[in-house]
Each structure stands twice: as structure tokens, then as C-alpha cells.
T-cell receptor, first 115, second 114 residues
Framework: AQKVTQAQTEISVVEKEDVTLDCVYETRDTTYYLFWYKQPPSGELVFLIRRNSFDEQNEISGRYSWNFQKSTSSFNFTITASQVVDSAVYFCALSVPSGNTPLVFGKGTRLSVIA | DTGVSQDPRHKITKRGQNVTFRCDPI?????LYWYRQTLGQGPEFLTYFQNEAQLEKSRLLSDRFSAERPKGSFSTLEIQRTEQGDSAMYLC????????????FGQGTRLTVV
């Protein structure tokens, strides 16, 4: 079975600080996908990124960066120079394409960026 | 393209009543998912369709829940004899292709059972 753990329930930072959201996953499959979603107060889940298990290259997109480490089963998300608009709940998710298992989500981390 | 659309956005119902939600996926997306999200939790999988075929159902989907996607386009989720424990946000998502790639979510239907 697949499992995603986001140990940080809530994080508060002051605007312009960097913040890292942790994600640890569990799966016995060798092929899998990892995702991050953002859920702002409006409620709609917004897709941010997908990584597959064969690509451990870190990725940077503007102020966002992702660190994928298979050795520690982690897929952490860093926001650089945080802004108030980054305030949201962030979810890490895992899927295994080999079976009928859809996205499995963690419980999310609520990020509050204070001006 | 307007993304995934869900209707209604909010629903308040009395315990014991039946409710039905509708989801219109992104055009030409083959896969359609239903998730449920309660306060402080991540979305929990309920069921999904590949075109019109319902391929998987979670143990969370009791006999009171039924979902359909009759023509492989929009989907409905019906809850019969609602209970207070059914109060949650019901999320619909769709994805292209055959695998479980990234899914695009609608804004959800918030159900309150009183």
C-alpha cells in the first residue's frame, strides 16, 4: 500500500523568509509519481508539479524548488522569499501507475505567511 | 477550456435525504475521480472512471454512495439517506491518458448534513 506523510501540520513564516515543506512517502513499487498540490482558501486544489521515480533531478520554477531523494523517500518543497499569496495548504501525493491506485494524499501542511 | 466544473458548490440537506452532485471534467480527459475531504485532512479517494467504466471503488464508498459516468463525459455522485458523517467537501478531478498522471481538480461541493 502507498502512504504519504507530511509531518508538519502548520508552519508560520514572515514574508520573504524561505520555507521548506517536508514529504515522506512509502511504496514498494519501483515506478511511481510524486506530486505537490496547493489548496488556497478558495478550496480548489492547484497542481504544482509531478516527478517520476526515475528522475531524481531537482527542479526549480521561479521561487519554488523541489528536492527528490529516493534514498530517504522524500520529496520536499521549498518556497524562497515567501509571499502572503503563498499562504495555503500544501499537499504531497503519490500514485502508482502499475495498478488501479489513484493519487494518495498526505494530510497537508498549512502555511501562513505573515506580512 | 473552463477546467473541471462541479455543481452545486454548496449543499445543505437534512439527515436522511438523498443528494446528487455533478462533475463536468476537462474535455477529452479519460479519467474522472471522486475524492472526499474533511476538515484538516487530505483528500481521500472514493472512486474513479476510465471513460464510462467505473474501475475502482474505495472501502469508504458505502452502499449509500453511487457514482455514474454514463457517456464517459460528466459524472454524478449520489448519496442516499445522508448521515451527519457525510458532511465534507466532495472533490472531482480529471486527468488525460491512461495512467494516474496529474489530476486537475474542480472547486468541490461542500455538503452539510443537519
Amino acid at each position: 500500500a502507498q502512504k504519504v506523510t507530511q509531518a508538519q501540520t502548520e508552519i508560520s513564516v514572515v514574508e520573504k523568509e524561505d520555507v521548506t515543506l517536508d514529504c515522506v512517502y512509502e511504496t514498494r513499487d519501483t515506478t511511481y509519481y510524486l506530486f505537490w498540490y496547493k489548496q488556497p482558501p478558495s478550496g480548489e486544489l492547484v497542481f504544482l508539479i509531478r516527478r517520476n521515480s526515475f528522475d531524481e533531478q531537482n527542479e526549480i520554477s521561479g521561487r519554488y524548488s523541489w528536492n527528490f531523494q529516493k534514498s530517504t523517500s522524500s520529496f520536499n518543497f521549498t518556497i524562497t522569499a515567501s509571499q502572503v499569496v503563498d499562504s495555503a495548504v500544501y499537499f504531497c501525493a503519490l500514485s502508482v501507475p502499475s495498478g488501479n491506485t489513484p493519487l494518495v494524499f498526505g494530510k497537508g501542511t498549512r502555511l501562513s505567511v505573515i506580512a | 477550456d473552463t477546467g473541471v466544473s462541479q455543481d452545486p458548490r454548496h449543499k445543505i440537506t437534512k439527515r436522511g435525504q438523498n443528494v446528487t452532485f455533478r462533475c463536468d471534467p476537462i474535455s477529452e480527459h479519460n479519467r474522472l475521480y471522486w475524492y472526499r475531504q474533511t476538515l484538516g485532512q487530505g483528500p481521500e479517494f472514493l472512486t474513479y472512471f476510465q471513460n464510462e467504466a467505473q474501475l475502482e471503488k474505495s472501502r469508504l464508498l458505502s452502499d449509500r454512495f453511487s457514482a455514474e459516468r454514463p457517456k464517459g463525459s460528466f459524472s454524478t455522485l449520489e448519496i442516499q439517506r445522508t448521515e451527519q458523517g457525510d458532511s465534507a467537501m466532495y472533490l472531482c478531478a480529471s486527468s488525460p491518458g491512461r495512467g494516474h498522471t496529474e489530476a486537475f481538480f474542480g472547486q468541490g461541493t461542500r455538503l452539510t448534513v443537519v
